[in-house]
């Protein structure tokens, strides 16, 4: 039950970064055009490396307008938090797979664990879903893969922002 609490925290925070554009008239948003989310998405990007074979997406794979045809406003910060997040994933990613030597399993680990000195850790999460990803973390550094295994297969893939 526990990683369904988890996959709900990080589907809550990606659906929270983004909404529909106010009907015509409705008022101002403060909220941010795709152009200006990717920019804050490759400014943030630009600050981090990537593990080996994982790469930032195009422009192309973000979403600019719904299903009928809205305009799509993010929250400001969301492109901060979801290249922190695609960063993490990466190491996640390498700390995990088959064949990795004892030495680069831990080296990728710990880089993996620098996500508390990101944007999407230091502001994006809520309290809550803080402690419970501080859980997985902790766990991790022990040696516990497990959890973070979990958190990786249900939250990350190449194709994700």
Same mark, same amino acid.
């Given at each position: 039950?526990?990683?369904?609490?988890?996959?709900? =925290?990080?589907?809550?925070?990606?659906?929270?970064?983004?909404?529909?554009?106010? =009907?015509?008239?409705?008022? /101002?948003?403060?909220?941010?055009?795709?152009?200006?989310?990717?920019?804050? !998405?490759?400014?943030? =990007?630009?600050?981090? /490396?990537?593990?080996?074979?994982?790469?930032?997406?195009? +422009?192309?794979?973000?979403?600019?307008?719904?299903?009928?045809?809205?305009?799509?406003? !993010?929250?400001?910060?969301?492109?901060?938090?979801?290249? +922190?997040?695609?960063? !993490?994933?990466?190491?996640?990613?390498?700390?995990?797979?088959?064949?990795? @030597?004892? /030495?680069?399993?831990?080296?990728?680990?710990?880089?993996?664990?620098?996500?508390?000195?990101?944007?999407? !850790? @230091?502001?994006?999460?809520?309290?809550?879903?803080?402690?419970?990803?501080? +859980?997985?973390?902790?766990?991790?550094?022990?040696?516990?893969?497990?959890?973070?295994?979990? +958190?990786?297969?249900?939250?990350?893939? /190449?194709?994700?922002?």
């Amino acid at each position: 039950m526990r990683n369904s609490g988890w996959c709900f =925290a990080v589907l809550f925070l990606t659906l929270a970064g983004c909404s529909q554009s106010p =009907a015509a008239g409705a008022g /101002k948003t403060d909220g941010l055009k795709v152009g200006d989310m990717i920019s804050e !998405y490759r400014a943030e =990007a630009a600050t981090l /490396k990537l593990a080996d074979g994982w790469g930032w997406p195009g +422009d192309q794979s973000f979403l600019a307008k719904t299903e009928d045809g809205h305009n799509v406003v !993010y929250q400001p910060g969301f492109g901060r938090q979801a290249a +922190d997040r695609r960063w !993490y994933c990466s190491w996640v990613s390498k700390a995990l797979a088959g064949g990795a @030597t004892s /030495k680069d399993r831990e080296g990728a680990l710990a880089e993996a664990l620098k996500v508390r000195q990101t944007y999407y !850790y @230091t502001t994006s999460l809520q309290a809550e879903s803080r402690t419970f990803f501080e +859980d997985v973390l902790r766990r991790a550094s022990l040696g516990d893969l497990a959890p973070i295994a979990g +958190d990786f297969q249900q939250n990350c893939t /190449k194709e994700s922002i």
